[in-house]
């Protein structure tokens, strides 16, 4: 369920945001990615942390470091960042998608290059990493 949730996560991600570049109706798409990254966030606390934060900053050290030669857990605070920044984008189109549409231009490109620079790494720079680890 963890990986699945992640996978269904970022592929609606990508359409949203192919939606936006295209300007044409991204709202559900967005939305459903965030419940989505939301439903993984669950069961990535459930099933890999045990609901443990002190447990996810340990695990996610020991992940840095196996992949970067560093012990940092700190990483865990750029995934909490990106569960508030999407969760709070995707709660204000829901509930005041005016609003929302007449924000900086500066508001979105910002959030946008967080956003991506979470899910490349998360989706391909860790994922990665580890597969090339495990080759002999």
Do not use: K
């Amino acid at each position: 369920m963890i990986a699945w949730t992640i996978r269904l996560a970022c592929i609606f991600y990508v359409i949203a945001v192919a939606q936006i570049l295209r300007r044409r109706p991204a709202r559900v798409y967005w939305i459903i990615g965030c419940a989505l990254y939301l439903a993984h966030v669950a069961a990535a606390f459930q099933y890999a942390y045990h609901w443990s934060h002190e447990f996810a900053v340990q695990e996610i050290a020991r992940q840095t470091e196996a992949l970067f030669g560093m012990n940092w857990g700190g990483g865990v605070w750029f995934n909490y960042a990106f569960t508030a920044v999407w969760a709070a984008d995707a709660l204000w189109w829901l509930i005041a998608a005016q609003s929302r549409a007449e924000r900086p231009g500066w508001v979105g490109i910002a959030m946008h290059s967080f956003m991506a620079f979470m899910f490349v790494n998360g989706a391909i720079v860790f994922p990665l990493m580890t597969v090339l680890q495990d080759r002999p």
